[in-house]
C-alpha cells in the first residue's frame, strides 16, 4: 500500500505519496521511468526501447501509468484491461486474480501491464501505480524481469504520478527541439531532483523525439548538466507504425534507411542504458532562466 505522508519529505512544502518499502522492486532490474510533456511520443518512445532491450535479449516488462491506458498497445496491437478495471471487477480481492489476467504478452515476448487510473477528479495516480506494483510483487512477476519500464503521463505537477520516480533507477526525458517541450522538461527535472532526496532515482538523460535539430535541447543541457541519449526525427514511419498498431520494428525497412536508422538508434540506447549509465545530477532552471536562454537572438 501507499501512504501519504505530512511532512515534507520530498521537497520544500511538499505532501507526497510515498513507497512502501515493502514494495521496492527487488535489485538486478533495471528500471527506467519514462517522462515528457504531453503527446510528446512517451509511448512510442517506451514500446519500441522495450522491443529493443528484447531484441537485446532482455526480459522487459512495461508498465503504462496514464488512465487512457495506450501505452502498450502497439505491443500487444490491442487495447488490454487495466489493472483497475480487473480490481473493480473482483471488488479489489487482489488474492482472487491470476497474472494472466492483468499481465499481457507482447511483440517478442515484452510483458505489458496498464495501471489505468481512477475517473478523473477522484483518486490519485500514486495509488494506482502501488497497487500495481503489489500486484506484480504478490505474483512474483518482477522477479524474471531484467528490464522494467514506466511510461508514464504528462508533465509532473503531483507526487502522485511522479510514484514511477520511486522505483526506477534511471529517468529518461522525452522532449522536442521546442519551448514548451524543455519547459516542460524542466519541471520533470525539478521532480526527480525531490525524489532522489529519498530514492535512488537520478536523471539518465534526454531523448530528442521529432526534431531534425537539437539545437535548443542543447541550449539547455549544456545549462543544466543534461545530456542527450538519442536523437529520433520525425520519421513518417514512426507515425505509420502507431496507426499499424505495432513498433518500429515490425514496419518493413528493405528499402527504408531511414527506418533502420531509427530501428538502430532504439538499439543503441537500450544497449547505453545495459552498460551502467553514469547518473546526472542536473540542476533545473527557474521558469524566468528558461524564458531568456531559449529561442533566438
Do not use: W
Not at 549509465?277 to 533545473?284: G, N, Q
Request: proline fraction near 3%; hydrophobic fraction near 35%.
Amino acid at each position: 500500500m501507499t501512504t501519504t505522508l505530512s511532512r515534507p519529505t520530498d521537497g520544500e512544502g511538499s505532501v507526497q505519496v510515498q513507497q512502501d518499502p515493502s514494495m521496492k522492486i527487488e535489485e538486478g532490474a533495471l528500471v527506467i521511468a519514462v517522462y515528457g510533456k504531453g503527446g510528446i511520443g512517451k509511448s512510442t518512445t517506451s514500446s519500441n526501447l522495450s522491443a529493443a532491450f528484447s531484441k537485446l535479449g532482455k526480459r522487459v516488462l512495461q508498465i503504462g501509468c496514464d488512465p487512457k491506458h495506450d501505452s502498450t498497445f502497439t505491443l500487444t496491437h490491442s487495447m488490454v484491461p487495466t489493472v483497475i478495471d480487473i480490481l473493480e471487477e473482483v471488488d479489489f480481492h487482489s488474492e482472487e486474480l491470476r497474472p494472466d489476467d492483468f499481465v499481457f504478452t507482447g511483440y517478442n515476448g515484452v510483458k505489458c501491464v496498464e495501471s489505468g487510473g481512477p475517473p478523473a477528479g477522484t483518486g490519485c495516480g500514486g495509488y494506482v501505480t502501488g497497487q500495481t506494483v503489489k500486484l506484480l510483487k504478490e505474483h512474483h512477476l518482477l522477479e524474471d524481469t531484467d528490464v522494467v519500464i514506466f511510461d508514464v503521463l504528462g508533465d509532473v505537477v503531483c507526487g502522485g504520478f511522479a510514484a514511477p520516480l520511486q522505483h526506477a533507477n534511471y529517468c529518461l526525458i522525452v522532449t522536442a527541439n521546442d519551448f514548451d517541450s524543455i519547459f516542460a522538461m524542466n519541471r520533470i527535472v525539478q521532480a526527480i531532483q525531490a525524489k532522489a532526496k529519498n530514492y535512488k532515482v537520478r536523471l539518465g538523460g534526454v531523448i530528442a523525439n521529432r526534431s531534425a535539430d537539437t539545437d535548443q535541447i542543447d541550449k539547455f543541457n549544456e545549462r543544466t548538466g543534461l545530456r542527450t541519449m538519442a536523437h529520433f526525427k520525425d520519421v513518417d514511419a514512426i507515425r505509420r507504425s502507431r496507426l499499424k498498431k505495432c513498433t518500429i520494428f515490425e514496419m518493413d525497412d528493405d528499402d527504408d534507411d531511414a527506418v533502420k536508422a531509427v530501428k538502430n538508434e532504439y538499439l543503441r540506447l537500450a544497449q547505453n542504458m545495459l552498460d551502467n549509465v553514469e547518473p546526472l545530477e542536473a540542476v533545473s532552471l527557474k521558469d524566468r532562466e528558461i524564458f531568456d536562454l531559449l529561442g533566438f537572438d
